[in-house]
């Protein structure tokens, strides 16, 4: 979850959101949240890279690369962006079931 909404949200104001509610779950659940905290962590990260709003470091990569003639909107960007995410969001699920729960 934490991957696709990070493509819609800025990563940054995302996980300050989510952390209380990490924390929350860890003093009630009496159980390791390690893989909580590791799938917040990659997902919030590698979401971002789906969207151009997905994490601020794209819109200043759009800018940069607008001021040296290299156009990218965001349905250019979004269809690459996804491939990035969907791809590194499923090998971050792959590490953190064979990590934690296997």
Not at 21 to 26: D, H, Y
Not at 56 to 81: D, Q
Request: some cysteine; glycine content about 14%.
């Amino acid at each position: 979850a934490s991957g696709v909404v990070s493509a819609v949200i800025d990563n940054v104001p995302y996980t300050a959101a989510v952390i209380p509610l990490v924390r929350e779950i860890a003093d009630i659940g009496g159980f390791d949240t390690g893989p909580l905290w590791w799938s917040l962590a990659l997902g919030a990260c590698l979401g971002g890279n789906g969207t151009l709003v997905g994490a601020s470091a794209n819109l200043v990569m759009v800018g940069i690369a607008g001021k040296s003639g290299i156009k990218i909107n965001f349905a250019k960007f979004l269809g690459r962006g996804m491939l990035v995410m969907v791809s590194t969001l499923a090998l971050s699920t792959l590490y953190v079931y064979l990590r934690y729960l296997l």
